[in-house]
């Protein structure tokens, strides 16, 4: 096992996305940490800032366990063990993180069991209420759109293990939102303000979380459902997952060889 496979981390909101990586990096011989954050952009956020910090703190929800050509090699759970989980989770920066999960999409063509890395993300719904008009952070003047790692606004993924990625899936422009877009009112708001091709709860927050701590990162996400008014019936989530886990054994048997 070469050192960079050694130091992967990856962060998946869910139990179930755990389960789906956790049989990816398992299948692919690659030896990788994994965090469970829980839902949502500061969960995520939180998770990772505590990962990179020198020490662990009190107080974590975060899930962590660790893979290897042996199997599964420790897990714990739960605010009541955070000392246990901190010593899942050394203090060393880690060379790549990968946010994996599921994710809605805005397009047809990436439909439901697709699976895509994100070429850059947003906080889409961060803004502004004028009167009933939608107005995005950075179109307010509350933020210079173009101060690192923004650039237009969005936060671009790049670099050698982006371009791996780009390679085996396609690259999407991402959405991030603190609430799933569930009205054709909310769908279109988003869609105006950033065009973008899928919808996420966290990807922007790994994103800015991880380049201002100077860590390379990935998303691959696999999508569950078209964004669309709010209709569960037409969600496919164990396909996503079983997608999400076919083409994670792709992504890290090449990164296990790198």
């Keep these: ?68 050509r042996e199997g599964v090699t420790t897990s714990t759970a739960g605010h009541d063990q955070a000392s246990q989980t901190g010593n899942l989770m050394p203090s060393s920066l880690p060379s ?36 009933g008009k939608f107005v995005p952070l950075f179109g307010a003047g509350l933020a210079d759109p173009d101060t690192p790692p923004f650039r237009g606004g969005r936060i671009p993924c790049s670099g050698r293990w982006f371009d791996l990625a780009a390679s085996l899936m396609p690259a999407v422009r991402g959405a991030t939102v603190n609430m799933v877009s569930g009205s054709q009112a909310a769908i279109e708001r988003i869609r105006r303000a950033w065009d973008p091709e899928i919808e996420t709860m966290e990807g922007a927050w790994l994103a800015y979380t991880c380049a201002m701590s100077g860590v390379p990162w990935l998303s691959v996400r696999a999508v569950s459902n078209m964004v669309e008014p709010r209709n569960m019936k037409n969600w496919k989530i164990q396909l996503a997952l079983d997608s999400l886990k076919e083409k994670m054994i792709q992504l890290l048997e090449i990164i296990a060889r790198s």
Aim: with cysteine.
């Design 1 to 68: 096992m070469n050192k960079a496979s050694g130091d992967i981390l990856i962060a998946v909101a869910h139990p179930s996305e755990e389960e789906a990586v956790k049989k990816a990096a398992l299948s692919a011989g690659c030896r990788c940490e994994i965090i469970v954050t829980g839902v949502g952009g500061a969960a995520m956020s939180w998770a990772l800032q505590k990962r990179f910090s020198p020490g662990m703190l009190p107080g974590s929800h975060v899930r962590a366990s660790e893979t290897g």
């Design 96 to 131: 790549l993180v990968i946010g994996a999960g599921i994710a809605g999409s805005y397009v047809e063509s990436i439909g439901p069991g697709t699976v895509v890395t994100t070429a850059s993300d947003c906080f889409a719904d961060m803004g502004l209420d004028d009167n």
